[in-house]
């Protein structure tokens, strides 16, 4: 099992240039506390995975043909990503995906197969397909070459805002929040959870990744079963604060970023902000990640 290093994310960056958004900050003020936004959401296919995919599909040998299972993001990014590479991609998504993700992903030129009411039965019936036809499987999370590349965000809140001193992100199988900690040149990271999706959560207490149930309004982004086991090296060597919060607390962090900033996202992109709202995140200038806008969107009030 290879570990992507603080380096693999540097030769991302390199990798990833001309294919992705430079997304912005934001500097702000939420309940009397100054925190930054970083608006990931406005990424090209609309959330970070496309980092991690380019990444990937642009390190080794050029495959022919690209395999992957998503929730959703993760699809898009490896569709949009094997487009731009001239490459064509198959990707499985659950039967349960939201319909504004299985639509892009269409849109991008990919095969949509639906197979599954879960990630971990869709990724089954895709790695299987990948094995017959020799194609290149994309990982979602557990693949140094995708951990590196979700890193290259971290890298740019580094270099934008030197201030800040805490990175926070969700966390569904954990490739973002490992590629943060990798990328965020020491800053402390925070991995925030639904308390129906923890994964990350059930592992640093157990000191191993372990099977997790999946319940959550976040589920369709967050719900990996189990954390992988390189994002896991990674986290559990890390300077890592993890964080769990609820469902009603992230559907109220979703509707205070419509109200107070007209900014849009789908509930995993509002976890960060649950647990800031909340009191639960360390630092005195903390940047809050908001990761993805691809759901069919409407405010709870």
Known sequence: MRIPTAIDV???????????????????????????????HLQRTGSFKLRGAVNALASG????????ASGGNHG??????????????TVYV?????????RRIERSGATLIRHGTTYA??????????????????????DPDVV??????????????????????????GGLAAGTALGSDGRKTVAVEPHGCGCLHQALHAGEPVDTDVDSVA????????????????????????VLVTDDE????????????????????????AAFAAGRIPGDLPCLVLCGANTTWTPST
């Open 10 to 40: 540097d030769t991302a960056a390199t990798r990833v240039h001309g294919h992705v958004r430079h997304t912005p900050l934001l500097r702000t003020e939420i309940g009397d506390r100054e925190c930054l936004l970083k608006l990931e």
């Open 61 to 68: 040998e050029r495959p022919e043909q690209v395999i992957t």
């Open 76 to 89: 898009l990014g490896v569709a949009t990503a094997a487009k731009s590479l001239g490459l064509p991609a």
């Open 94 to 102: 659950p039967e349960t995906v939201p319909e504004a993700k299985a």
């Open 121 to 142: 039965e869709c990724a089954a019936a895709a790695h299987d397909a990948a094995t017959r036809t020799g194609a290149r499987y994309v990982e979602a999370y557990n």
């Open 148 to 173: 590196a590349g979700q890193g290259t965000m971290a890298r740019e809140i580094a270099r934008d805002a030197p201030d800040v001193d805490a990175i926070v992100v969700a966390v569904g199988g």
């Open 219 to 242: 589920a369709s982004a967050l719900g990996a079963t189990r954390i992988g086991d390189i994002p896991f090296a990674v986290l559990a060597s890390a300077d890592v604060t993890s």
């Open 250 to 273: 992230i559907l109220t962090a979703r509707d205070l970023l419509w109200e107070e900033f007209r900014l849009a996202v789908e509930p995993a992109a509002a976890a960060p902000l």
